[in-house]
């Protein structure tokens, strides 16, 4: 078992012929089962040609007709990415994975009123995040494959260096993943922190998770009280930024105090009321989930 995707997920990329959708077309194609995961590229002014092999089709809903494909990872330029989005999700892809940071806010509004106005029930990830991988099966986006290693804990995280981070820790311990995942840093976005643990909570091969948030929105807070309810396993939680000045964008779009509740204080606070053991170290976070274990 796992989250989101397996060694059986058959994949499709948006912008394949890209510089970055090119490079890590390969690398994810060179980790595990990746050669027959990735069936197929889109780029609509390059239908018939292929990418080492995977053949390129005009659009999203022909290429899943051709190959079966349930899942997309988009690599399109910020002014294109949000209709490159819309284009996954309406062809009803399970999952679309996007990559691409920079996407203006508004677009990513406008795409959201219309996924909620349609019904759809594609799951997105991101945008701006490294994607997922399910270690030794499959990896889908940025994330570095050779740190990963197999086992019982999940990881979800707002920042992509800081799941490369925690899935070293683990992988160094001893300890290894099931799945992890990147939700991205954008202020509107797909997959929340409470999405995902909702998905651990119920992977039969996950036995605890690591958390990973950042000041900026209700996210964590919003997670960590589904969690005091509901979550049968435990959580260890970080928070990037406990020195960000407030009112100051640092890093990722959405990491901005706005109000009290948003700093990385305020949600620690929370996360301990709700039973979750936090860490203001990030050295500490694989540490932490050994000792909860």
């Given at each position: 078992?796992?989250?989101?995707?397996?060694?059986?997920?058959?994949?499709?990329?948006?912008?394949?012929?890209?510089?970055?959708?090119?490079?890590?077309?390969?690398m994810?194609?060179?980790y595990?089962?990746?050669?027959?995961?990735?069936?197929?590229?889109?780029?609509?002014?390059?239908?018939?040609?292929?990418f080492?092999g995977?053949?390129i089709f005009?659009?999203?809903?022909?290429?899943?007709?051709?190959?079966?494909?349930?899942?997309?990872?988009?690599?399109?330029?910020?002014?294109s990415?949000?209709a490159?989005?819309?284009?996954a999700?309406?062809?009803?892809l399970?999952?679309v994975?996007?990559?691409?940071?920079?996407?203006?806010?508004?677009d990513?509004?406008e795409?959201?009123?219309?996924?909620?106005?349609?019904?759809?029930?594609?799951?997105?990830?991101?945008?701006?995040?490294p994607?997922?991988?399910?270690?030794?099966?499959?990896?889908?986006g940025?994330?570095?494959g050779?740190?990963?290693?197999?086992?019982?804990v999940?990881?979800?995280?707002?920042?992509?260096?800081?799941?490369y981070?925690?899935?070293?820790q683990l992988?160094?311990l001893?300890?290894g993943?099931?799945?992890?995942?990147?939700t991205?840093?954008?202020?509107?976005?797909?997959l929340?922190?409470?999405?995902v643990?909702k998905?651990f909570n119920?992977?039969?091969?996950?036995?605890?998770v690591v958390?990973?948030?950042?000041?900026?929105?209700?996210d964590?807070?919003n997670a960590?009280?589904w969690?005091?309810?509901?979550?049968?396993?435990p959580?260890i939680?970080?928070?990037?930024?406990?020195t960000a000045?407030a009112?100051?964008r640092m890093?990722?779009?959405g990491?901005?105090?706005?109000g009290?509740?948003?700093t990385?204080?305020?949600?620690?606070?929370?996360m301990?009321?709700?039973?979750?053991r936090t860490?203001?170290?990030?050295s500490?976070m694989?540490?932490?989930l050994?000792s909860?274990l």
């Open positions: 078992m796992s989250i989101l995707i397996n060694k059986d997920t058959k994949v499709i990329t948006q912008g394949i012929t890209g510089k970055t959708g090119r490079f890590h077309t390969h994810c194609r060179e595990a089962n990746g050669k027959e995961a990735f069936v197929a590229g889109v780029h609509p002014k390059k239908a018939g040609e292929n080492e995977v053949p005009g659009t999203v809903k022909e290429a899943k007709a051709k190959t079966g494909a349930t899942v997309s990872v988009i690599y399109v330029p910020p002014p990415a949000a490159a989005i819309w284009e999700v309406d062809a009803d399970d999952l994975i996007c990559i691409t940071e920079g996407i203006p806010v508004r990513m509004l795409l959201r009123n219309r996924m909620r106005d349609a019904n759809k029930k594609t799951l997105l990830l991101g945008p701006n995040c994607g997922v991988i399910t270690p030794d099966e499959l990896k889908i940025i994330m570095p050779h740190i990963s290693r197999k086992g019982r999940g990881v979800v995280s707002r920042s992509g260096t800081l799941t981070e925690a899935v070293a992988t160094e001893g300890l993943q099931s799945s992890a995942v990147g991205g840093g954008d202020p509107i976005n797909g929340k922190h409470i999405d643990l998905l119920d992977d039969p091969d996950t036995d605890a958390m990973i948030g950042e000041i900026g929105g209700p964590e807070v960590a009280r969690a005091k309810d509901n979550m049968k396993k959580i939680g970080f928070i990037a930024g406990v000045p009112g100051k890093g990722h779009a990491a901005l105090i706005s009290g509740a948003d990385a204080d305020a949600k620690l606070a929370v301990e009321e709700c039973g979750i860490t203001r170290d990030p500490e694989g540490k932490l050994k909860v």
